[in-house]
Structures are given as structure tokens and as C-alpha cells.
């Protein structure tokens, strides 16, 4: 009966480890091969100098209204107007509330709409320290400098190029195309919302919308060298929690123990202690499974089985770097500490801002708890000053996914398209209250230089980028 059972363990084991090792042999890249973007007609320079001469205008925001530059607005949406006027001559176009744009570019049947989304209002560049002026826009050495030339006056641009000349060759779409330019994404406004309302109240739900997101990045994955096209199907929540404790106060002379600054500064270290928990999403799986097919045998055979080690992955993925662990788990940034106005008194009152990015699977209610149990003290309090739950996730098996994969191979042939999750929020994640196919994806392929410049000093972007944006753009739209 031993040998018996022995042999059952034996023959067990070898049935296993034989459908493991089919697993990895089916587990290889998918062949889908594509005809290169055709980029004739598009003019790489002229784009360039015409993003550069959008960078020059200021739109910077801001939540106090006061600091918001209005007439730098207004300039920008009738230089617009000037750089693309067949575009303004072919579609129509509309401003909602302070400043957001929404075109129609009529097609020829009924069919749902397709929506390109932009925004044109950018960060501050306060405190930056920046090698060229951030508001030149200096076309040197091959790239387009200046504030906003990513994120995201450079989508614009590339949207604006590719139907500018899509207008100009004579070129109808079968379906309506939107263009949802944003005036205040950068503060959370309320631009895209408006113009969720509009479509709401006409009864028009698109077919799929394309907002800024995911690049095409190399290096991004272990094992992986060769480019990715990332695709954001969904976006992580966004909530704001101010912590605070108060005291009697007093001198700085004779400081009580266990003040609003020391429990303050207690609670900081106890949610710096214990993160919250690292989870693989079906999303970011369906990221390993794609990328993961093109890596060398050995990464191969883990990644082959990734459904089956989802902890131990979501724990790799974790320690791997900030944004890799920032896909993974709900993360949790102190952006801002306030205590006594004065050296030599004790603060009545100490606050600390956190700003954190729920992860799929959370909630704005489920993530305040947790930070009511880790904190464990009931004189912090925690006060949400705004928030919002992560976006619904996008369809990736219908016919709007497929050509926009499609789109992406076609302007970068090396490259592999995999869906992820987007950590930052974006004008976007209004649109997924009409729309099952919200798709996050900027066509530029960036460098880690270029992404860690987005809302920091030197910000800039190629020309090719700029040019093969504009060819994807052309070619989504040709093909839909």
C-alpha cells in the first residue's frame, strides 16, 4: 500500500509539473501584426512650433480663483482658433462654464461617438528649478520645452494636428468625433463634468473616450526591455484627509508632554508603519499576462502562473519601486504640515494633510477606517476633506479596445499593449458614468527622464513623440 500511495504522490507531482511546463510553452507573446501608421501629410516641425507657441501662454491654475490668470485663457482658446482653422471651420465648438471646449465633428450615420480629451490648463512652476524658461516654449536639441508640453498641451496638439489634416484632405468620419478639452483638470474642476452633462442631456453615450494616461515606456517591467504601450482601463479613487489634534497651548518655555504636535506627528509614523495591503487586481494581472509573454524563459514560468501567486506577485510588485507599488495598494502621501505660527508658542492646533489613492477594490468609506484603526487615537481626528471612490474598469474584449491596441501597435510596432492602473486621477473618470470604455493613453513614448519631469522642472517632449502622437490620433480616427 506504500509503494502504491507513493506512486499516486509520484505520478501527481509529474502530471503537475508537465501541465506547469505546457502552461509556459503556451505562455508566449500573441502575433497580431499591423501595417505601420502612415504619418505622410503630418508635419513634425510645424507641430512643434505650434505647441511651443501654446506653452508661452500661462494657463497656470489654481484653486483660489483670484490667482487664476482669466485673460491667459481667453488668449489661448483664440490662438487656437488661429493655429487650426480648418478644424474651426469643420467642427463645431462650444465653451462650457469658465472655459472648457467641446467640438463635434459630425459624422455620416448615427453611430455613438468617439471622444479625444485634453486638457489645457497646467500646474505652477513655483519653487522649480528649471534649466530653461518653464514658459518659453524653446524648441532645442531635437524636444519642445516648457510647462504643459506633456501634461497636456501636447496631447492637444497631437489630437488638433491629426484633424487638421484629416479636415484638410477632404476626410469624413463614418461617427461623430468629440473633443473634450479641459480648463481646469489640474485643480479637480468642473470642465469635464460639464461636459458629461451636456451629452447626458442630449442623450448621447459614446462609444469610447481617450483621455491622457499611460505612455509608452521601456524598462517598466522586469524581465521586459522593449517598449509597452500602457493603457489605463481604470484610474485608483482620490481622497484628501486633513488630521488634526489640539491643545491648550501655552509658552514654548514650558512645553506639556504628549502635545498636538508630538500625537500629530505619532499618528504620521503609526500609518508610515503599517501600509495598506498589497493586492493584484484583475486589472494589473491582465498587465503581467501581457507583458509577461515577452519575457526570457526564466520570468516567463512566474509570470505563466500569475493567477495562481497573486499575494506573492502583489508582494514583488510592492517592493519593486513607487510605481509599481503604487498600482498594487492604496498609498498614502503627507503633502502638508501646519503647527504654531510662532517659534516660541505652543500650537494650539496641529494639522497634516494627506492625500491618498484608493486602490481598486476600496472604498473612500473602507479607506477612512482603516485609518480610524491604525491611528488608534481618538483625539486625532480624521476630518475628509474631499473624495472619491476609484473609477468603474473599462471593457478591454470589445471592438473600441481593439482598435486603439491596434492604433498603439501600429505607431509603435515593437512595442506590446497591456492594459494597467492609472495612479493618477484624470478628467476621465467623470466620463465612466456614460461610457463603458474610458481609456487613459498619452501616444508618446516617454523616457524615465521625461515621465519624472511631469509636474516638475524641465518638462519637455520629442518631436518624433509629438509626430507619432499625432499619426496615432489620425489613424484612431480614420479606423473607427
Known amino acids: ?219 517598466m517591467f522586469p524581465g521586459v526591455p522593449g517598449q509597452v504601450a500602457v493603457v489605463g482601463l481604470a484610474e485608483k479613487g482620490l481622497l484628501d484627509v486633513e488630521l488634526v489634534t489640539t491643545d491648550a497651548g501655552g509658552h514654548a518655555s514650558s512645553p506639556a508632554r504628549d502635545g498636538a504636535p508630538a500625537r500629530l506627528a505619532r499618528a504620521i509614523l ?30 516567463r514560468a512566474l509570470f505563466a502562473h500569475a493567477g495562481r501567486l497573486r499575494p506573492v506577485l502583489a508582494s514583488v510588485l510592492a517592493r519593486a519601486g513607487r510605481e509599481a507599488g503604487a498600482m498594487v495598494r492604496t498609498t498614502v502621501a503627507v503633502t502638508r504640515l501646519e503647527g504654531s505660527r510662532a517659534s516660541n508658542v505652543l500650537a494650539t492646533r496641529a494639522l497634516a494633510h494627506l492625500n491618498i489613492r484608493i486602490a481598486l477594490g476600496e472604498t473612500v468609506q473602507s479607506t477612512v477606517a482603516r485609518l480610524h484603526r491604525v491611528i488608534g487615537d481618538p483625539s486625532v481626528e480624521v476630518r475628509v476633506v474631499s473624495g472619491n471612490d476609484p473609477s468603474p474598469v473599462s471593457r478591454s474584449d470589445n471592438e473600441a479596445f481593439a482598435l486603439l491596441s491596434s492604433a498603439a501597435r501600429a505607431t509603435y510596432p515593437e512595442a506590446v499593449v497591456a492594459p494597467y492602473v492609472m495612479v493618477q486621477a484624470s478628467d476621465a473618470r467623470h466620463f465612466s458614468r456614460i461610457c463603458d470604455s474610458v481609456y487613459r493613453f498619452m501616444p508618446f513614448d516617454l523616457s524615465r527622464e521625461e515621465l519624472s519631469a511631469l509636474h516638475a522642472a524641465d518638462e519637455r517632449i520629442s518631436i518624433a513623440a509629438l509626430h507619432r502622437g499625432a499619426g496615432f490620433f489620425r489613424h484612431l480616427i480614420r479606423s473607427v
Not at 509503494?3 to 509556459?24: E, F, I, K, N, S
Not at 499591423?34 to 504619418?39: G, H, I, Q, R, T
Not at 508603519?273 to 526570457?296: C, K, Y
Request: avoid cysteine; proline fraction near 6%; charge should be negative.
Open 270 to 299: 503609526a500609518l508610515e508603519a503599517d501600509p495598506f495591503p498589497a493586492r493584484l487586481h484583475d486589472v494589473v494581472l491582465g498587465m503581467i499576462d501581457a507583458v509577461g509573454r515577452q519575457a526570457p524563459l526564466g520570468h
Open 1 to 219: 500500500m506504500r509503494r502504491a500511495l507513493a506512486l499516486a504522490v509520484t505520478g501527481a507531482a509529474t502530471g503537475a509539473a508537465a501541465a506547469a511546463a505546457r502552461r509556459v510553452a503556451r505562455f508566449r507573446p500573441v502575433e497580431q501584426p499591423v501595417a505601420p501608421v502612415d504619418l505622410t501629410g503630418l508635419d513634425a516641425d510645424a507641430a512643434a512650433q505650434r505647441l511651443a507657441e501654446l506653452i508661452r501662454i500661462p494657463t497656470v491654475s489654481s484653486r483660489d480663483p483670484g490667482q487664476v490668470d482669466a485673460a491667459a485663457f481667453e488668449t489661448y482658446r483664440a490662438r487656437l482658433a488661429e493655429l487650426y482653422p480648418r478644424t474651426h471651420e469643420a467642427l463645431d465648438r462650444e465653451v462650457l462654464g469658465g472655459g472648457a471646449l467641446l467640438y463635434r465633428w459630425r459624422g455620416t450615420t448615427d453611430e455613438p461617438p468617439l471622444v479625444l480629451m485634453a486638457h489645457y490648463d497646467v500646474v505652477p512652476v513655483a519653487g522649480q528649478e528649471w534649466s530653461r524658461d518653464p514658459f518659453s516654449g524653446l524648441v532645442e536639441d531635437g524636444r519642445v520645452h516648457g510647462r504643459g508640453a506633456i501634461d497636456d498641451k501636447g496631447s492637444m496638439v497631437a489630437i488638433l494636428e491629426a484633424v487638421e489634416a484629416l479636415v484638410a484632405e477632404g476626410f469624413t468620419p463614418r461617427r461623430d468625433v468629440h473633443l473634450s478639452f479641459g480648463n481646469d483638470e489640474e485643480v479637480a474642476g468642473v470642465g469635464a463634468r460639464l461636459a458629461v452633462e451636456a451629452f447626458t442631456a442630449r442623450g448621447i453615450r459614446p462609444w469610447a473616450v481617450v483621455d491622457e494616461g499611460g505612455a509608452v515606456v521601456s524598462g
